[in-house]
């Protein structure tokens, strides 16, 4: 395997290489790093990818996060069908609600005017309200790390629930008050369509997987 594109991989997604071996991690063993070293990076990785005009995080979440994946799966695995699936929902819950919700939290925070500039909306209250629901799905996200089963399905739903709902408003905001600010109407809404419908997928194609044993 090519030494240099683990290494660009794992340097681009560096949750994936604590992940990897997250089935045998100890309840919150290795959360310094998580907070101090993983969320970080991600956060730099991600917001690099960012720079890539409404596809850069997608690219990020549906492609360099398998490929991390692929180049970790252990050989002893090649015979689990559910393997790759329960992974990708793993890193997909890891990063997109739990780092995201971290980072979301700043952003109403402590960037609040901003955020709400790019919505096209008027700082109010009920952003920091907002700030507080994100960082507590957010913690629930990175629960994951450690505490699947479970957490995952109740975390993904009530996420991906927040998600559709959050795109309706957009929607409906672009429609009635005409505001295509890029918060509003850009890559914010495709994620806010795009990955619940990938987690809930998943979700469901693992419970299919399960059935059929």
């Known amino acids: 395997m090519n030494k240099n594109l683990i290494w660009f991989v794992d340097l681009v997604v560096p949750f994936g290489v604590l992940l990897k071996d997250s089935d045998r991690l100890e309840p919150f063993e290795r959360w310094p790093a998580v907070l101090h070293r993983f969320l970080p990076l991600s956060f730099f990785a991600f917001w690099l990818f960012g720079f890539i005009p409404l596809v850069g995080g997608l690219v990020y979440m549906l492609a360099m996060v398998p490929l991390s994946i692929h180049l970790h799966r252990p ?32 952003g109403h925070t402590f960037l609040a005017e901003m955020v709400a500039a790019k919505i096209g909306w008027a700082t109010s209250p009920f952003q920091t309200e907002l700030a507080f629901y994100t960082l507590g799905s957010g913690v ?70 399960i059935e059929r044993i």
């Open 75 to 106: 050989k002893t695995t090649l015979g689990d069908p559910q393997y790759f699936a329960r992974k990708l929902l793993l890193h997909l819950t890891v990063i997109l609600i739990g780092f995201g919700g971290t980072w979301s939290f700043i």
């Open 140 to 209: 629930a996200g990175l629960l994951a790390i450690w505490i699947r089963g479970h957490l995952i399905t109740a975390v993904v739903i009530t996420k991906s629930i927040f998600w559709y709902g959050a795109a309706y408003v957009h929607i409906r905001d672009a429609f009635i008050h005409q505001n295509f600010a890029p918060y509003n109407v850009g890559a914010p809404l495709l994620g806010d369509l795009i990955f619940p419908t990938v987690l809930l997928y998943l979700l469901w194609s693992l419970r299919m997987q």
